[in-house]
């Protein structure tokens, strides 16, 4: 099931909430958390019985291993040992059904490996083994919210018990498919609050908001914005001469479309947890009114960053400088070892993670250069200076500026069905192919993306505007950008409800035309 | 001597009960608009699912309303939502599947040129891929009814077996009933309503204004600025016009795994089956290379000898083309775009063609039929006049 479904919308999400709240009142939490993993097994079906089974066994074996490794001793040699094989099974499984590497960059000649490119990707699966691998992570450190979340397993009841909470935890469907990778120590405290399974109106409220609003991000202008994006795109790939101010309109119309379609997503996902009391980590707060590559990270796909961070690049950079100082280098290969290679090597991974493409290796790559790039010249004396002395505005102005044309070309070179094709779609943008046959009615594409980058850089983001009800758990602590005067606050309403009913309505209109979330193909 | 506060224990537990009383009373007066809105939202289009789904407009379940088609009217591209309601009707006994190219036959057209016992339907609709011909096709094998089916074998058939039409309503088709809840849109509860209020035919407003639609596009392909980039980009796009693609059969799996299975179930089920090689422009392999495919004219060879080699045997299947006639093909005024014939003439022909059983292409002369094309398009000279040839077009 996707969210923007009217079948998940208007009949599995209802019967859900309302089952529950039954049982929550009657039953308790742990009933109450068994109806949110049968749910989320239920919504998880129509990907295929094969994802379901391969969610099931992920979830038996990180739950068995992280309850070992819970109740080992630390000199327990084991221990670490179990918690390594654990991580493996981890990854080396997103590697085998995901990546396909061996047969999709180095073509079907690799051996036993060959039979992978027949299994379809498991819709999530990248997500919901991020998820895992965090939990398994947290207790091998012994992260006091594990204990507690595990609780007492005196009886196969508690442990079935504590299984279904692992499972809620792990596969609830508001992220299980596209996310936001959420941290035990976020869901825990809010499973364990005598607040959890109250029935708050206000919940429901804010809920139906953000349900409102990311629909309407996703079917009306994401899915609107798609037509002409195909178009160029595959032109492109084709390498056609295309116009080059169709050119551009496509590249634009792909970023706007990959913007509001991850939006709409993450929006949706913070309204259906808030629908049953739940916070989730915010995982996308206007990127594209960053000043850079670096606040952009910090806005986009946010709880992929910290979690790469986390495992990735944190790891490698502290080996990197612990190398370099018990080695005494000298400050530049220091420098390197440090900084550029742990950076190069984190959004390679990042890159990678969204699929085993070409064009997704040299988009890390961009991003990864670029994004040490940066930290050098923000690091710089000479940046410092010249930031200094001139006003805030131009330099928001400037750094802006300076941040959209890369930013609009590595996602053009990302959305590219080959690197030749994306180069070419360079080639035309910056051309001058004017006599190319026109590939699309212009007048309907410009109208989107008027309407789409006017709200990307006007309107508050839906966290800012509901901001009043706390309606998620802040990952990065992030400034506000754009107008202030137009950064209104929420409150429910007759006016309001009427706009969001607006925005459903529109979303409905189009719904029966509709193709899946982007980030689900990740 | 003070009086001992036996209050004190129970007051504060009192009046913090009270005021969780009144902040959960406020909290529902809050959410009440929005809940409102929500509930009457979704019980609305609930309801309205549940109406559709009974008098089933499209015709697609067992049950409802079976609206019928009105007698010669063309759906055009309305017809995604109308597959069924044409395709169980057992009044038809012919239709044409094709594309925009197509899309301009109607009924009573056809039935004047293939005959009266003719009753067709027009399937045509812009910009079919595999995936949503096949379940269109798929629909007119499970038909008893149909005794021809008239196709056009385009370019589209290059694509891999799951491409689909992105504005193609699979989800009415496909076996899975739990999407069929995305029908309910505007036009679909519009014409519930209708048929609930007697008018069980569908019928097509549009006519007029493809005719209109028709005519510009006709004249603007027609304006010298028009005829004069086209011929730039023949002459921009002639390096390379004849490369090989180094594609073989195996390299269509729309064909192998879709067209030629339907193919063999409506041949062995004695249906006539008329396939029609598109006619399009010699420019069109020169302007639509840049766009489709840079071997765009060795794929279309390929892709067309694979599909006459794979029917030859089959009974009831034949294989039609007009494009290896300079007077036809070559000629840009027959033309209302590169890969869109407009002479009222040569459709007209093509109809003729199926009819009397001329021009068809076989195992025996695709060779020969293969070449023809290839040299013409090499060869093609886009400021040949052709005035001084004269277009054959059989009588009735």
New interface residues.
Partial sequence: MIFT???F???FL?IVLITFYTISHFAGKNAALIVLFVSSIIFYI?HSWFSVALLIIALIVNFVIALAITFMDDEDKRRKRLYLAGQAYNFLSLCYFKYKIVSLLFGPSGGVLVDIAGIAIPAGISFYTFHQAAFLADAYGREKNVLQFLGKLSSPKAMVSAFCRYGAFVSFFPQLIIGPITYLSEFNPQIQSKRFLRL???D??VG??FIAIGMFKKVVIADNL??TV?VVF??AN????IHPVQAWIGALAYMGQLYFDFSGYSDMALGLARMFGLRYPINFFSPFKANGIIDYYRRWHMTLTRVIARFLYTPLSVAGTRYAMFNRLAPIPAHLLSLWIPMLVNFQIIGIWHGALWTFVVFGLMHGFWFALETEVRASKWYRNFSKDKNRLFIGFLERAVFFLPLLLSLAMFRSESVAGGFHLFSQMFGTSF???S?FNMRYPVMMLGIAFSIIYLCPNSVELMRRYRPAIMTYDNKSYGPAFLRRLW????V???Y??VL??AA??Y?????PFLYQGF | MTKPDNASPVAPSASRNARRQSLKSI??K?????????V???VL??AL?ALVIAVDPHNVYRWGAEPRIEAGDTPRDLVIDWIDVAAKDPSYNTFLVGSSITAMYTPEYMREILGPDTNAANLSYGGPRPIDRDLVLDRLVDNPAVKRVILTYDWTYMEGADVAN??F?T?LYDD?I??D??????P?IRRTFDILRGKTTYSNPDDAGYDAYIENMYARFQSPPELS?IK??VE?NRTGITQSSGKTCDSFTALNEQLIPDLQKLSARGAQVDILFPIVSYAFYY?RR?????TLLDEQMVARRCLVNAVADLPNVSIFALDNDPTVAGDLANYREVGHIYNPAILRRFMMAIKNGSDRVTRENIAEYEEEIRTAVKDYDPNRDYTDLRLVVPDL
Avoid at chain 1, 238 to 241: D, L, R
Avoid at chain 2, 290 to 294: G, Q, V
């Fill in positions: 479904d009217p079948l919308l208007f009949v209802p129509p708050n109106p206000i429901l409220a139906l908001t798609a037509p195909d595959s032109a084709v390498g056609a001469e006599d190319a046959p590939a409150r429910p309403g007759w309001q409800a009427a969001m009913s459903v309505l409905l209109y719904v029966s035309r509709q193709p | 909290r529902w809050a959410a009440r608009p929005m809940l409102f809105a929500a009457l939202i979704s289009y609930l699912a992105r504005g309503p989800f899975d739990t999407n809840l995305r029908m309910v849109n505007p679909t980039r730039r980009m921009r302007v840049n766009d489709i495919s840079p």
